[in-house]
């Protein structure tokens, strides 16, 4: 069946990821709040939108990739927004990280008329959205699932349902968890390699191949022995993803140390001006801490 995709969020994953929809000959209608940023998908045939519900209007399966929960809820609850504007039989599909509860709160308004929800959010970084390797966690009904996953195999080479609405946030929680971690023993192992006078790349070369490898040391490691700090995904935003999943272990009742401490670490890079670098700028502020 030949759909009609609307896309809502073109930054630094979104529009790699819509451009595999439209090459793969899907028809687009794009919607940024920055023009420019989707200036690609247009070049390319993408039909742009003025807003949310024109998107809504035109399209059949809406997907939106967006910054914080607060966006997300402009975006597809709001006055202007996507679901205000679907009608029934569309498919609302959220790709943001976001919190689990407003995603079953989507999918239980979408409900209400007519509408299907997913919560699809998503792992692999500007690398993964340009190769279409992403991983793809998905929450909500199988049978809505199974009607876009088509469209989601295209962006991605492991597209997993994951259960009832939300249990793609939680998924995703459960990445962000492990990536935090992961990232502090990146940034003090690199550190520490520079400190004994070593080559940077040499070292990922050699334990980027045993048991610490990772796509943190070999991807976002390497980024860090080249000097590059631009983002894969934003600090600010990594830092929001934190902040869920603590909140959700706060209100599960239980603790997370390893990620309140990485936590701590990632809004000392806040605090220093690096939201805007990616992950891997947390190399930053170790320097910082150890006079550099």
Known sequence: MDRTIGWIGTGVMGASMCMHLMKAGHEAFVYNRTKSKAEALLNEGAVWCESPAQVARNADVIFTIVGYPSDVEQTILGTDGVLQHADASKIIVDMTTSEP?????IFQEAARKGVEALDAPVSGGD??????????????????????????????????????????????????????????????????????????????????????????????????????????????????????????????????????????????????????????????????????
Request: charged share 20%.
């Open 127 to 292: 690398v993964g959205a340009r190769e279409a390797k992403l991983a793809i966690m998905v929450g909500g009904e199988r049978e809505t699932f199974d009607k876009v996953k088509d469209l989601l195999d295209v962006m991605g080479t492991n597209v997993q349902y994951r259960g009832k609405a939300g249990s793609g946030q939680h998924t995703k929680m459960c990445n962000q968890i492990l990536i935090a971690g992961t990232m502090i023993g990146v940034v003090e192992s690199l550190f520490y390699a520079y400190k004994s006078g070593m080559d940077l790349n040499e070292v990922i070369d050699v334990i980027g191949t045993g048991a610490a490898s990772s796509v943190c040391i070999n991807v976002l490691g390497r980024r860090i022995a080249n000097g590059d700090f631009d983002p894969g995904f934003f600090i600010k935003h990594f830092v929001k993803d934190m902040g869920i999943a603590l909140a959700e272990a706060k209100r599960m009742q239980f603790a997370l140390p390893g990620l309140a401490l990485a936590h701590q670490f990632y809004v000392s890079a806040m605090a220093l001006g690096y939201e805007d670098l990616g992950t891997q700028g947390l190399y930053k502020v170790f320097e910082k801490m150890n006079g550099e």
């Open 101 to 105: 509860a407003l995603a079953e709160r």
